[in-house]
Structure formats: C-alpha cells, structure tokens
C-alpha cells in the first residue's frame, strides 16, 4: 500500500487544508452527482469518494492519511463515528448496491422430500413402490399464469413496471435517493387485477398424485433417489424441483446390517457343537445348510459369501457372517447327569481346577508361552 498512496483530498477535490466543512459539502456534492441511482457506472468512483470521505472527515485518520500512513489498515479503522458501511447503507439500503428490476413471476419450483419403511428383504433385492405424493403442481384453470381465465396481468401503475419504487430521504448528507421493491406489485412490475379462483394468483395448487418409484438393490437408510422434475411446481407456471425419496430400513428380528454385510447368530447345543452339525439357516435367499465342523466354539463364525445385501455401486453382494454361540444344558435329568459324569471322567475333566485363566489376546499369549518355552 505505501508508495502508492491515494490521495484523498485530490479524489474530493479539495486542498490540504480544507476545513471539515469544505470536505463535507465537496462529498456531498460529489455524492450526489456520483450515486449509482443517478450515475449506475460511477459505483467505483462513489465507493472511492466515500472512503476519501470516511478518512478526511475523521481527525485522527485525517492525521494518519496526511503522515502517509493508510489509515485503513489499523485495527478499528471502521470503528469511530459512523462506518464506512452505515454510509452504503445510506444510500443502497442493507441489501448493498447490486442492480434490481422487476422480480419474474416464473421461478423453479422447491425440491420436496418423502420417506419410504423398507424391509431388508426390499433395500437387498430392490423394490418397486407405489408412493402417495403432496406437492403443488401448475393449476389447471389458469396454467400457472395466476390471471383468471380471460383476463391478464397488467403493468404496475405504482413503479411503472419497473417493480421498485425510488424514495428521496434526508440525512445530514442531504438529500439521497434508494429505492425499494414496489409494495403495490411485490417487486414484480405487473398486478394481476383478477386473479384466478382456484389458486388466488399463485399459478399452482396442491395435489396428490400416485408415482411409481423403482429403488434399486443395495439402498440403505439415509439414501436419498433423486427423480428430476417431479418435487414442487414452481409459482407463476415455474419448472418444478425435484423429489427426493429418502430410504428407512426397518430393523429385522434375525440379521443385523454393517455395510453391504449381514451378521446373524445361530445357537447349537454342547453336544451338537462337540459332534459337528449341520443347521439350515432361512436366509433372504431361502433355506440354506450350514455346516459346523466337530469341536466348533462359541463366538467362531461361518461365512455364507453372497447372501449379503447387493451392492448399491458395484456388482455383488455382502456376506452373511453367522456367529456360533455354543449352548450348554441346563436341567439335566438324573440319567444324562450320568452320562455326562462318566464323559466327564473319560476325558480327566471330573476333578477341580480343570478351568484355566487365558487372556482375551489367546494367540498373542500361546505364541510369547512358546517363545520362552523354546529357549
Ligand atoms: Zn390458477
Ligand atoms: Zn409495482
């Protein structure tokens, strides 16, 4: 910034030694000739004008400016009196200095949203549903054009189509010019004298409607299909948005989903567990045998590949992983109590301490218990 230092009573056009009246009344009738209501391609030149203002009606940022310094790169630089920004507020109104015109009656319509329950066996397999749609579509009477039948909409006496409306306020600037959306059209430029009865002018009315919705194989919940054109009409005949289906998948009594993979548990008896057993296991894709090796323990798994949930984005599908959990009896009668005993003593499991403390990482434990065995 140094060096190249604007100077600011040059862009007022006043001498160094202007009083603060001398600068008010040079920015105010540079203000008024340079504003963008009267002069759209001065803007730059206005937003210059105002900061050699802000800076030389300000003593301390006056001295700054006048040493060399750029009296906006201090913190506070906007704080003292009034801002830079409360003076484009003054004149542009809060919504800043962009150009306005009538507002088009036409616009998009909003995207809408609908939720679907899905059971597992519809998120894995894909499903088509019908679906009971609310939203607002172009009325029939008017075609969206908000005139009733007959009649049209007309130029806006008010704002003379121009859909804002400029307003003249005093401020110790003096005079200044905004100008705000025209109350009398809602900034549209036209009124519509006879509105159509059957939507009140909007262009639309509410409906339902039946739509036919194929989801494909692998949703899940939280996916969202997206089907262009068929969300909320606009207002004033406006294209529609589109809508969005938003999948649910209802929790199922026996699988439990992790990604595209299904886990189940399946319970065997200690003796079945101890012999090896075959289980037929009603998956989505029907009965299937599932074999357990003789001496199976609980927690192990079996993994049936490809009875899994379809993949949404690649071809295949998950696993089903079937957890084993081994059961041991309860209520022995007094012959299998027997049986048991005798099994118990053939095997040299009968007497006390035949339980052993192992650590959760067995592996781990076995592989170090044999590293120091070895040596
Ligand atoms: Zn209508
Ligand atoms: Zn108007």
């Known amino acids: 910034m140094a060096g190249q230092q604007t100077d600011f009573y040059a862009v007022l056009g006043v001498s160094r030694d202007a009083s603060p009246e001398e600068i008010k009344k040079a920015y105010r009738r540079l203000a008024r000739q340079l504003h963008p209501d009267v002069n759209p391609d001065e803007e730059e030149r206005f937003k210059e004008v105002t900061k050699a203002y802000e800076v030389l009606s300000d003593p301390q940022k006056r001295e700054m400016h006048d040493l060399g310094g750029d009296p906006f790169s201090t913190g506070g630089g906007f704080g003292s009196g009034f801002g830079f920004s409360d003076i484009m507020d003054a004149f542009f109104g809060a919504g800043g200095g962009a150009s306005r015109g009538?507002?088009?009656?036409?616009?998009?319509?909003?995207?809408?949203?609908?939720?679907?329950?899905?059971?597992?066996?519809?998120?894995?397999?894909?499903?088509?549903?019908?679906?009971?749609?609310?939203?607002?579509?172009?009325?029939?009477?008017?075609?969206?054009?908000?005139?009733?039948?007959?009649?049209?909409?007309?130029t806006c006496d008010i704002c003379r189509g121009r859909g804002e409306v400029q307003q003249v306020t005093r401020s110790f600037l003096g005079q200044v010019m905004t100008s705000r959306p025209c109350a009398a059209c809602q900034g549209f430029g036209t009124v519509i004298p006879d509105p159509c009865h059957e939507c009140g002018g909007d262009g639309r009315v509410r409906s339902r409607r039946s739509l036919k919705?194929?989801?494909?194989?692998?949703?899940?919940?939280?996916?969202?299909?997206?089907?262009?054109?068929?969300?909320?009409?606009?207002?004033?005949?406006?294209?529609p948005g589109d809508l969005f289906v938003e999948i649910v998948e209802r929790s199922h009594p026996l699988f439990r989903r992790q990604g595209d993979d299904l886990h189940c548990t399946v319970q065997v008896p200690m003796t079945a567990a101890a012999l090896g057993t075959t289980v037929t296991l009603e998956t989505l894709d029907g009965p299937r045998p599932v074999t357990l090796r003789p001496g199976v323990q609980s927690g192990q798994t079996e993994i049936l590949t490809d009875l899994g949930v379809t993949h949404l984005r690649s071809a295949g599908r998950g696993e089903l992983v079937v957890h084993v959990e081994v059961v041991t009896p309860t209520r022995l009668d007094p012959e299998q109590e027997e049986l048991l005993r005798k099994l118990a003593a053939l095997r040299g499991e009968d007497g006390p301490d035949v339980g052993q403390l192992t650590g959760h990482q067995q592996g781990f434990f076995n592989r170090l218990r044999d590293a120091f065995n070895q040596r």
């Not at 036409?106 to 749609?133: C, K, M, Y």
């Open 213 to 239: 919705v194929k989801i494909p194989p692998g949703v899940d919940t939280g996916t969202r299909i997206q089907l262009t054109g068929e969300g909320e009409s606009g207002p004033g005949g406006g294209p």
């Open 102 to 154: 009538p507002r088009p009656r036409q616009r998009r319509g909003q995207d809408a949203l609908i939720r679907v329950d899905l059971e597992l066996s519809e998120t894995t397999f894909g499903v088509t549903r019908e679906l009971q749609v609310d939203t607002a579509v172009t009325c029939p009477t008017c075609n969206g054009g908000g005139a009733s039948p007959g009649s049209s909409p007309r």
